[in-house]
């Protein structure tokens, strides 16, 4: 399926598969933003949508939009049409509900973001801000002309903000906690990052660090290649009992990470925790080697073991990335206890258009009081900060 509307000067494409559109050029525009992510890729959003992951029958109808000038493609966006609000890590379900009791409809709505990966990073692609304006006209077209309550951006980067804004999109921080490296001079190893932190917090993970080798366990990191279809296997095994133990379902499938090793497979580091022999744990980062970061994406275990996830998911990514000379790491959405790990908070931001006047307005003084809220808070959390003074 293709929609198009035009002018003398370009044209904007709908598009139903991501398979329609052309790869390199798609990576091309991607390559040339600030603040590019593995996960805007198009071989990313293709495996979710062709491993049945992110798609119409899970709530998620691809309509990607294209900016064609000349016959190439000059700007883009992942788009969805949205029937629920899973996945998003942008929390609206109280607009939804509000929606409802005044008898109006909030989905589908449209969505501009990747699925279930709450990184920031560039979302409207493009080379200029015209055309990042074009986009986000784009979607409020398509909002209205089907009838759609809003449209929607999430974790976008300094100049998406600014196109939104522009447009007199609303805007809304949330808080994420990621770990920097130490600059000019890198951490030498974790415990030089040790020696950095307060008393308190370093003797806590040491102490944590120590519960989990006490217990037995001990770990393997797998890079790339290395990552095998039997520790992929066990890596899902894992993830899989982990979201049924909190009575969920995965979003991903396991056809989707079996394209990832396809098709981009220095993207990952798999951390497997053993004991006894048997693989008990497995946490999942995936690796951008360019731009020398990491993001802690995906954590399941077969057994429960005291503070295992936190040696898994933190302590253990953190001296890869001192060991690897990287840059950041990303611990993901939410999550306070991050900051005793070393993790600081960041401000992440969204945009959004409704076509309701009124609900535009009452969620605008909404956001509004929600930001001051947001600025204060993140005030708090700095003050409380895991590094010594200086």
């Known amino acids: 399926m293709r929609r198009e509307t035009g002018s003398n000067d370009y044209v904007i494409q709908v598009y139903a598969d991501p398979a329609d559109i052309d790869a390199t050029q798609w990576n091309d525009l991607l390559?040339?933003?600030?603040?590019?992510?593995?996960?805007?890729?198009?071989?990313?959003?293709?495996?979710?949508?062709?491993?049945?992951?992110?798609?119409?029958?899970?709530?998620?109808?691809?309509?990607?939009?294209g900016l064609v000038e000349a016959g190439r493609l000059v700007a883009a966006c992942p788009l969805y049409l949205k029937t629920h609000s899973y996945g998003e890590y942008v929390f609206d379900w109280a607009w939804a509900d509000a929606y409802q009791r005044h008898g109006l409809h909030y989905y589908p709505k449209l969505l501009a973001a990747v699925p279930f990966t709450p990184v920031p990073g560039a979302r409207l692609l493009a080379r200029t801000p015209q055309h990042r304006r074009v986009l986000l006209a784009a979607m409020q077209q398509?909002?209205?002309?089907?009838?759609?309550?809003?449209?929607?951006?999430?974790?976008?980067?300094?100049?998406?903000?600014?196109?939104?804004r522009q447009s007199g999109w609303l805007m809304r921080s949330?808080?994420?906690?990621?770990?920097?490296?130490?600059?000019?001079?890198?951490?030498r190893d974790f415990a030089d990052f040790l020696a950095g932190l307060q008393r308190d917090k370093r003797k806590k993970i040491q102490q944590e660090r120590r519960r989990v080798a006490d217990a037995g366990v001990s770990f393997t990191e797998l890079q790339g290649e290395a990552i095998d279809g039997a520790a992929w296997d066990h890596f899902y095994r894992c993830y899989r009992h982990t979201y049924r133990a909190h009575h969920s379902t995965p979003y991903l499938t396991r056809d989707f990470f079996a394209?990832?090793?396809?098709?981009?497979?220095?993207?990952?580091?798999?951390?497997?925790?053993m004991r006894a022999g048997q693989r008990i744990a497995a946490s999942l980062i995936a690796l951008d080697p360019e731009r020398r970061t990491a993001y802690g994406r995906y954590w399941g275990a077969l057994e429960a073991v005291d503070c295992l996830h936190f040696d898994a998911c933190y302590y253990r990514p953190l001296a890869w990335c001192i060991?690897?000379?990287?840059?950041?790491?990303?611990?993901?959405?939410?999550?306070?206890?991050?900051?005793?790990?070393?993790?600081?908070?960041?401000?992440?931001?969204?945009?959004?258009?409704?076509?309701?006047?009124?609900?535009?307005?009452?969620?605008?003084?909404?956001?509004?009081?929600?930001?001051?809220?947001?600025?204060?808070?993140?005030?708090?959390?700095?003050?409380?900060?895991?590094y010594k003074h200086g």
């Open 174 to 187: 949330t808080v994420q906690f990621h770990w920097h490296n130490r600059e000019p001079e890198a951490y």
């Open 142 to 164: 398509l909002a209205r002309d089907a009838g759609h309550s809003s449209a929607h951006l999430l974790f976008m980067d300094d100049a998406d903000q600014a196109a939104a």
């Open 259 to 273: 394209r990832m090793a396809d098709v981009m497979p220095d993207h990952w580091l798999l951390i497997v925790a």
């Open 31 to 65: 390559e040339a933003q600030p603040s590019a992510t593995p996960f805007m890729r198009l071989e990313y959003l293709r495996a979710l949508h062709d491993s049945g992951s992110a798609t119409a029958e899970t709530g998620w109808t691809p309509q990607f939009l």
């Open 323 to 386: 060991a690897h000379g990287y840059r950041r790491f990303e611990g993901g959405a939410q999550g306070e206890h991050k900051m005793a790990r070393g993790l600081m908070p960041v401000p992440t931001s969204s945009a959004h258009w409704l076509a309701h006047p009124q609900f535009a307005a009452a969620i605008g003084e909404y956001l509004q009081s929600e930001g001051e809220g947001m600025a204060r808070y993140l005030d708090e959390l700095e003050a409380h900060a895991p």
